[in-house]
């Protein structure tokens, strides 16, 4: 049995995997002190069975060092530094466990039990309040030497990086609304809220065209809250999409959306899973 755990920004999720899926999963608020965050964690692994886990392992949405199995920071949690949490696991439970990044472990989940299964390379990209991302090739996932690989929304755009104008944030800064209302206001036919979306989706083409440029995916799949406008930025997206200098890279690729649940749980039990092998 494999522990995978996303330790988010709101919510803190202890899932036990098995047979390729999530059988049974906890949850709990994020709470906003580190000593705090520790204690949740122990109760809510204290509801699985523990003795029955071959690993654990743990998305984080921040930095992280891998091989020292350390998170860095936690975005809403001020009091956490560099804290060993995968030393910390294995002590307090015996088995194996590691750190990743939450858009990499969210690749591999992809690649592992989604729709990236069988390509290489892949790309995830999240698509939320930012963007997040990690590569996979031939099962292997690529970190870098700062654990920072696949961060293509950090690459500078513009006045700032992708992620300010191919993400969620675009859309309340830009359009002073949120993701969810303006979806619901592009489902329900309103084409001021379907043209933010376009505009969106062709900022998103030009960070695209990076991705294609730095790693020449087969298959890229998309995930997080912003993948359910992807009908109104689809269109916007191929049209810069066309302008990229590799007509043969386009004709390979494929572009998917993430149809897993808990892809973070997965991704981070994968991870615990290769830790231990």
Known sequence: MKIGIDLGRRTISV?????????VIHDAPTPDAADDVLACLDDLLSRVPMGQATSIGVAVPGPVDGEAGVVRTLPSVSSWTDVPLADR???????????????NCFALAEACYGSGQGVSPMVGLVLNEGIGGGVVVDGTLLTGCTFSAGAFGAAPYKD????????????????????QEALER????????????ATMGTHLGRAVQSVLAAVDPACIVMGGALRHAHPYF???MWDELEAFSSPQALETLSVQLSQLKRPAVLG???LGSMEAA
């Open 89 to 103: 696991l294995t002590v307090c439970h015996d088995v194996p466990a590691a750190v990743q990044r939450d858009a």
């Open 234 to 236: 689809e269109d916007a």
């Open 268 to 270: 981070a039990a994968a």
């Open 160 to 179: 700032g990086r992708y992620e300010h104008y191919c993400a969620g944030q675009f859309i309340e800064r830009a359009y002073d609304t949120t993701v």
């Open 186 to 197: 592009a489902e329900d036919g309103d084409e001021d809220a379907r043209a933010m979306f």
């Open 15 to 23: 899932g036990w995997v098995e047979d390729r899926a999530v059988r």
